[in-house]
């Protein structure tokens, strides 16, 4: 068991982070997830370290970074959910859309 589930749109981020970097380097691809599923069983023992963005969503929803991407997730939620895995550059009006998307 886990304590996580990812909502289906978050399967879809860390397929696309996968793919992106392993054109370049499979090795490092692998990496990059392995840390982010490090970083979830971290989050499920200690849901509250990351912040919250009231200006991206009035959602209690809370972000952690890993590398350059933001696991954004229910804290509150048992398991936690992670709603989305995001590249940290991404515009903030972008990433309040595709949270207004995943409900």
Do not use: C
């Amino acid at each position: 068991m886990t304590g996580f589930v990812l909502h289906p749109e978050a399967y879809n981020d860390l397929d696309e982070i996968w793919e992106y970097i392993a054109a370049d380097n499979l090795v490092a691809a692998d990496r990059v997830l392995d840390e982010i599923y490090q970083m979830l069983r971290s989050l499920v023992a200690f849901p509250q370290q990351g912040h919250s963005r009231p200006d991206l969503t009035a959602r209690p929803l809370r972000f952690q970074s890993v590398r350059d991407y933001v696991i954004v997730y229910a804290a509150d939620e048992k398991p936690l959910i992670v709603i989305a895995v995001l590249h940290g550059r991404r515009s903030p009006r972008v990433i309040a859309a595709i949270l207004r998307q995943r409900d």
